[in-house]
């Protein structure tokens, strides 16, 4: 009997807002996961190489530019940092690589082509985008299985957000007919400030229930930890921080 190998799910951190906990979703969800005994690969696709330093990677001659567009095989460019946890580093190179990925052939589906041989290593592939919506974020959308929307609960997060659907409706239509809305996650939620609670109010009225039940609250740990070059479980394992990612992370494992 042939037996079907159980491939990562792949969810890609978008919003072209920066700001907004991208980075920080990224690498304390898969933190989170790596906690529960998941196998984690985070991708850093982002120019400004935030995830690859805020866990403390040198980026080396081996990275995620490499992979895109030297045709560097992915277990070259993949390091370990914590059990569980592997990383492909981000580089400062791929701010040149929109106008190189640009003559490209395939240009959408360069990161799934480099990525597919390696995804029956791991439970969840986690990709870290840019605060863009260029051909990066098109390769991680076109790749991913779900995008996950962080939402910072501040005036004007809204703003662009239609523009952010729209994209991955195109993509949903063109080159990943699978791909779903994961879910929106409410970031920095401060509770006392009145406007973030009806901001928050706002986008749960918007996403309904693909909105998180958890929203990530403004904690001061989780601006810190990356300056510690670590995840907020390995920071401040108590901190409100790590219990909202822990919470979040529950959700995820539910709702798969
Ligand atoms: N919930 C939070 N509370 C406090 N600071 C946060 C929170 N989430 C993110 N930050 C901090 O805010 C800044 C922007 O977050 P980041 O994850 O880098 O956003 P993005 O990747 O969307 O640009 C970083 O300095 C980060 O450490
Ligand atoms: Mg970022």
């Known amino acids: ?24 979703s990224a690498c304390n969800i898969g933190a989170g996961l790596a906690r529960k005994g998941k196998k984690i690969l985070l991708v ?35 390091y370990n940092v914590y059990e569980n946890i592997d990383i492909i580093p981000g580089t400062l190179d791929l701010a040149g690589a929109e106008i190189e990925l640009s003559v490209e052939i395939g240009r959408e589906k360069l990161l799934g082509k480099a990525l597919k041989s390696i995804l029956h290593k791991y439970d969840y592939v986690l990709i870290d985008c840019p605060p863009s919506l260029g051909i990066l974020t098109t390769n991680a959308l076109a790749f991913a299985d779900e995008v996950i929307i962080p939402l910072s609960a501040e005036p004007l997060s809204m703003q662009g957000v239609e523009k952010l ?9 063109s080159v ?30 918007f996403f309904k229930e693909t909105t998180f039940k958890t929203r990530i609250r403004d904690n001061v740990s989780l601006a810190e930890a990356p300056h510690s070059k670590k995840d907020i479980f390995r920071y401040s394992a108590k901190c409100n921080g790590a219990l909202d990612y822990e919470s979040v992370c529950e959700e995820l494992l539910m709702r798969n």
């Open 1 to 24: 009997m042939e037996v079907k190998e159980k491939l990562a799910k792949v969810i890609a951190f978008s919003n072209h807002k920066g700001g907004v906990g991208k980075t920080c």
């Open 165 to 173: 659907v729209q994209i991955i409706e195109k993509v949903q239509d």
């Open 176 to 205: 990943n007919t699978d791909l779903k809305l994961g879910g929106v996650l409410i970031t920095r939620f401060d509770g006392r400030k009145i406007l973030n609670k009806e901001l928050a109010e706002v986008i749960e009225d």
């Open 44 to 78: 850093d696709i982002d120019p400004q190489a935030n995830l690859t330093a805020s866990l403390g990677l040198n980026v080396g001659e081996s990275n995620v530019y490499q992979l895109l567009l030297k045709n560097c095989a992915p277990e070259q460019t993949i």
